[in-house]
Structure formats: structure tokens, C-alpha cells
């Protein structure tokens, strides 16, 4: 069955660091999405992409943040400066159309750890 | 803003059901249930559609009251592998976004 892969599955960074999260979204799919998790709580949105462009973020998803789709096949998220709080899970998805009816297939996620 | 989930904790025998509810301040236009088992990524179950459109795993029903912007995922005849937090999730109209509620943890026993 088709998955979503993420690598790495932990990240330890130090405060100020930049770090890129990979992600390999289901090959048929045309839309991505990036959502984090912070211990113990629910997951949050961050941006959707389609067609090389943001489509939708949310007010966590700042200048620090940024995505990118380099080549036909990943999908990554950046964050230019670490911080303390962004230490979370960060989850990749991906879906054949948009939201609204069509379900997001969730990758296993990256730990991301801030120190 | 985010849909609000409750109760948010259940806990169940074996055999028991349980209702968990979903409800939104704005308009919906598609609720979608996932399940969360702890270290792992959500994975999906259901997406309830403006007009009564369903689609999902056979063993979960769910509803969904346009008027009243709720949405309730019913679970019956609960089973150990039933345990973990469930998440709704609504959608903006361009379906570009889904933004979940708080969760609500299912703790099944035997």
C-alpha cells in the first residue's frame, strides 16, 4: 500500500539552527500538507501546497517556515532558526485532490527536538 | 478556529459504546475523523460531507447536522484496538486546510 515517508524520523537541532524536514508524499498525489504536534496535544495545521504554491497556512507557519517542493518527488519544510518551542512532531500528508473530500494520507512524522 | 471535541476522555470496557462529539462556531463543509494511537500518525477514518456524503471505514458511522455545525462519531461495540485519541477535522470551503479539535482519548479495557 502507498505511504508517506518522512526522514528523518528524529531530529536533534540547537537553538538557532536550520533545519529541513523531508518528506516523499504519495506519487499520484497533488496536494501536500505540513502539520506539527507538540507533545500531548492536538495537531495543528501549518500550510497546505499545490501546484509549486502555498495554497493555505496558518498563523504558526511564519517567515521562519518555509516549504518547497525541489524536485518531482519530495516535499520539505524548513525552519530557518530554530526555537525551543518548535520542538514537536511534524507530520507530512499528502492527497489526490483537495481536503474537502478526499482524505489526507499522514506520514509517520519527524521528532523534532530543540535544544 | 479549531472545531471543539468532546468528551474529552472516554473510558470504556469491552462491548461498551461511546458517542464523541464535534462542533464548530462557522459554517462546515466537510468533517473528517481520524484515530491517533500514542507515537503514531493519525490515520484516517471517515469524511462527512455537506449533503449527507460519506465516505470511510465500513465499522464507524457518524452524522453530521449541517444546521447545528456538529458532527458525532459513533462507537459501537467498542474492541481494545478502538483505544487512542480521535481527532475531528474541518475543512475551509477551498478544502486547502484542515484545522482539528483538541482530541478526545479513548481508553478500552478488558
Known amino acids: 500500500e502507498p505511504e508517506v515517508t518522512q526522514t528523518p524520523s528524529h531530529q536533534v537541532t540547537q537553538m538557532g539552527q536550520e533545519v529541513i524536514l523531508r518528506c516523499v508524499p504519495i506519487?499520484?498525489?497533488?496536494?501536500f500538507y505540513w502539520y506539527r504536534q507538540i507533545l500531548g496535544q492536538k495537531v495543528e495545521f501549518l500550510v497546505s501546497?499545490?501546484?509549486?504554491?502555498?495554497?493555505?497556512k496558518s498563523e504558526i507557519f511564519d517567515d521562519q517556515f518555509s516549504v518547497e517542493r525541489p524536485d518531482g518527488s519530495n516535499f520539505t519544510l524548513k525552519i530557518r532558526s530554530t526555537k525551543l518551542e518548535d520542538s514537536a512532531m511534524y507530520f507530512c500528508?499528502?492527497?489526490?485532490?483537495?481536503?474537502?473530500?478526499?482524505?489526507?494520507?499522514f506520514g509517520q512524522g519527524t521528532r523534532l527536538t530543540v535544544v | 478556529q479549531q472545531p471543539v471535541q468532546s468528551p474529552q476522555a472516554v473510558i470504556l470496557r469491552e462491548g461498551e459504546d461511546a458517542v464523541i462529539n464535534c462542533s464548530s462556531s462557522k459554517a462546515l463543509y466537510s468533517v473528517h475523523w481520524y484515530r491517533q494511537k500514542h507515537g503514531e500518525a493519525p490515520v484516517f477514518l471517515m469524511i462527512?460531507?455537506?449533503?449527507?456524503e460519506q465516505k470511510g471505514h465500513e465499522k464507524i458511522s457518524a452524522s453530521f447536522n449541517e444546521k447545528k455545525q456538529q458532527s458525532s462519531l459513533y462507537l459501537t461495540a467498542s474492541q481494545l484496538s478502538y483505544s487512542g485519541t480521535y481527532f475531528c477535522g474541518t475543512s475551509n470551503q477551498a478544502g486547502t486546510a484542515l484545522i482539528f479539535g483538541k482530541g478526545t482519548t479513548l481508553s478500552v479495557s478488558s
Open positions: 501546497f499545490y501546484n509549486n504554491e502555498i495554497s493555505e
Open positions: 462527512l460531507l455537506k449533503g449527507g
Open positions: 506519487s499520484n498525489h497533488l496536494y
Open positions: 500528508a499528502s492527497s489526490e485532490t483537495t481536503g474537502l473530500n478526499t482524505e489526507a494520507f
